[in-house]
């Protein structure tokens, strides 16, 4: 299938699918899930104090990346609109999904200023840093194809990273995660059948499209710096690590979902690629099994590709 008549299958598939997402979607306000009556103000050079508020180091680890890594949204919307267009539904989905990540940072921010858990100072210097560096796509660019692939894995991988974080939290913290968790699976959602649409219209060229993403598969927070510690420390705590990302996000989608063994249809570069991917994931699947076996569930992303996986994910945004 041509590009052109690709993008009117895509074209037609969007607006079905954003009605559904406002129909799912439900109004919340970040003010309402912050415990405001723990805070007090700050004074100007007032030294972080880490044992006052203590987290598990993967914990705050956590949200410092996934804070950091949603204040680059202005990029990531730049990036979206590039690839996908700003007209007709297009258009109105990425607005629309802009305006609700925006929340997820804007009570992430005020439930960490509030509760003292990570160096507000620092995290301010990082992120003027990290959004004065702006967003280079790398391998997530490419096609539209390639994008709606690349964002299914990623908006499933924030919902799990998000979930994972909030249940190390208390009660508040759990809340306010669960809550943005909500959002992003709804965004996984869209992402996820519009790739099942562009499987329908375009099997091969689909194919093609999700075995470069999930082989090359990395997440916008990597670019923030000290990012690999990070990483390392979300890892060890079980919040994201190389088998939760293939156990959660690789094999319930590429191999539930969109049951890529059972498509038809492909050319001869579909069936390439389709093979490739299968070996690939059946590969991390071995590994994961062998880390699990050994005891070492806290292994991190750099770890499993040490162990012969491959490319995989650090952390999520």
């Not at 598939?13 to 954003?18: A, G, H, P, T």
Request: a negative charge; charged letters at 25%; one cysteine or more.
């Amino acid at each position: 299938m041509g590009e052109v008549a690709l993008r009117e299958v895509l074209d037609e598939r969007v607006q079905e699918l954003l009605d559904r997402h406002l129909s799912m979607s439900k109004e919340w306000f970040p003010h309402e899930l912050v415990p405001w009556e723990l805070g007090r103000r700050y004074k100007p050079g007032e030294v972080f104090d880490a044992g006052a508020t203590p987290l598990a180091a993967g914990v705050s680890s956590a949200l410092y990346i996934n804070l950091l890594t949603e204040d680059n949204l202005p990029h990531y919307f730049h990036t979206i609109s590039n690839v996908f267009g700003e007209g007709s539904a297009w258009g109105e989905w990425s607005r629309r999904w802009t305006a609700e990540e925006q929340r997820h940072a804007i009570v992430m921010r005020d439930w960490l200023c509030v509760t003292r858990k990570v160096d507000m100072v620092a995290l301010e210097r990082a992120r003027m840093r990290q959004v004065s560096h702006g967003f280079r796509p790398g391998s997530r660019a490419g096609t539209a194809i390639d994008g709606l692939v690349y964002l299914t894995f990623q908006e499933l991988a924030t919902r799990v990273s998000h979930w994972n974080t909030g249940r190390l939290l208390d009660n508040d913290g759990f809340a306010m995660l669960k809550r943005v968790a909500a959002d992003e699976n709804l965004h996984y959602l869209f992402y996820r059948d519009m790739t099942t649409a562009a499987l329908g219209a375009d099997p091969s060229r689909t194919m093609e499209a999700i075995d470069r993403q999930v082989r090359a598969f990395e997440m916008p927070g990597s670019e923030i710096d000290g990012f690999p510690g990070h990483a390392a420390a979300i890892a060890s705590a079980g919040i994201y690590n190389f088998r939760v990302h293939y156990e959660q996000v690789l094999a319930p989608v590429v191999t539930g979902h969109w049951r890529l063994d059972a498509v038809e249809g492909l050319d001869a570069d579909g069936e390439r690629a389709r093979d490739r991917l299968l070996k690939w994931l059946a590969r991390l699947e071995r590994v994961a099994a062998r880390m699990a076996s050994q005891g070492t569930p806290d292994c991190s992303p750099a770890a499993g590709e040490q162990a012969g996986a491959g490319a995989t994910p650090g952390a999520t945004s």
